[in-house]
C-alpha cells in the first residue's frame, strides 16, 4: 500500500525554524519527483515546492523562496522540508504528495500542522 | 501567476441529484507536450485532498464513474451525475502546466 507519512510540525515562534520529514512506503521512491503542499486553517491549497528524483532540479512558490528548503534522501525513503525565518503566515497543516507532480500527486498524506506563534 | 477561479463557492445538492462545478483558468493550460494539466481533488471534512480527475477527464483508481471532468484550454467542469452522501466535502480545480502550480478557491458540496 502506498503510504506518505508526514512529522515534525508542531508550535514555534516568529523567526524560528522547523524541519519537517515524509515517510514514504509501499512504492520505489526514487523514481518519483515529489512536492510539499500546505493548507492555511480553513483556508484553500498552495502548492508550495518540487523535487526531482535525484534531487537535482528543485522549484519554489515566491512566498517561501529563500526561506524553505526541499531536499530527500532515497536510501531513506524519506522527503524534508526545512523551513527558516518563519512567519506567523506559514501556519497551515503540511503535506507531502507524490508526483508526477504536474497531475497534483496522485497520493498525499495526512498532513502536520504548524503553528507560527509567540 | 495563473489565477483559478471557481463557481459556485458553495452548492447544496438533493442526494441523487446532479452537480456541476466550474473552472476557469486565467490562461491556457494547454502544455508544449500537448497535454492540458488540469486537476481535480476532493477534500472531505476533516481529511487530506485526494485526487478525482488528472488531465481534465481522467478519473483516478478506485473514484466511481458518476465523477467526470470535461473542458479544454481555460474552461473546465467537474460534473456528478448523482450526488451522494459521502460526495460532501470541498472540491478544488489545480493547474500543474504553468509554475507555480495553483488552485481554485474551492466549492464546498453539501446536502440540502
Known amino acids: 500500500e502506498v503510504q506518505l507519512v508526514e512529522s515534525g510540525g508542531g508550535l514555534v515562534q516568529p523567526g524560528g525554524s522547523l524541519r519537517l520529514s515524509c515517510a514514504a512506503s509501499?512504492?520505489?521512491?526514487?523514481?518519483?519527483?515529489m512536492a510539499w503542499v500546505r493548507q492555511a486553517p480553513g483556508k484553500g491549497l498552495e502548492w508550495l515546492a518540487n523535487?526531482?528524483?535525484?534531487?537535482?532540479?528543485?522549484y519554489y512558490v515566491d512566498s517561501v523562496k529563500g526561506r524553505f528548503t526541499i531536499s530527500r534522501d532515497n536510501a531513506k525513503n524519506s522527503l524534508y522540508l526545512q523551513m527558516n525565518s518563519l512567519r506567523a503566515e506559514d501556519t497551515a497543516v503540511y503535506y507531502c504528495?507524490?508526483?508526477?507532480?504536474?497531475?497534483?500527486?496522485?497520493?498525499w498524506g495526512q498532513g502536520t500542522l504548524v503553528t507560527v506563534s509567540s | 501567476d495563473v489565477v483559478m477561479a471557481q463557481s459556485p463557492l458553495s452548492l447544496p445538492v438533493t442526494l441523487g441529484q446532479p452537480a456541476s462545478i466550474s473552472c476557469r483558468s486565467s490562461?491556457?493550460?494547454?502544455?508544449?507536450?500537448?497535454?492540458?494539466?488540469l486537476n481535480w481533488f476532493q477534500q472531505r471534512p476533516g481529511q487530506s485532498p485526494r485526487r478525482l480527475i488528472y488531465?481534465?477527464?481522467n478519473r483516478d483508481s478506485g473514484v466511481p464513474d458518476r465523477f467526470s471532468g470535461s473542458g479544454s484550454g481555460t474552461d473546465f467542469t467537474l460534473k456528478i451525475s448523482r450526488v451522494e452522501a459521502e460526495d460532501v466535502g470541498v472540491y478544488y480545480c489545480?493547474?500543474?502546466?504553468?509554475?507555480?502550480?495553483?488552485f481554485g478557491q474551492g466549492t464546498k458540496v453539501e446536502i440540502k
Open positions: 504528495a507524490r508526483g508526477p507532480v504536474r497531475g497534483g500527486g496522485d497520493c
Open positions: 509501499g512504492f520505489t521512491f526514487s523514481t518519483y519527483w
Open positions: 523535487i526531482k528524483q535525484d534531487g537535482s532540479e528543485k
Open positions: 490562461q491556457s493550460l494547454v502544455y508544449s507536450d500537448g497535454n492540458t494539466y
Open positions: 488531465k481534465v477527464s
Open positions: 489545480m493547474q500543474g502546466t504553468h509554475w507555480p502550480w495553483t
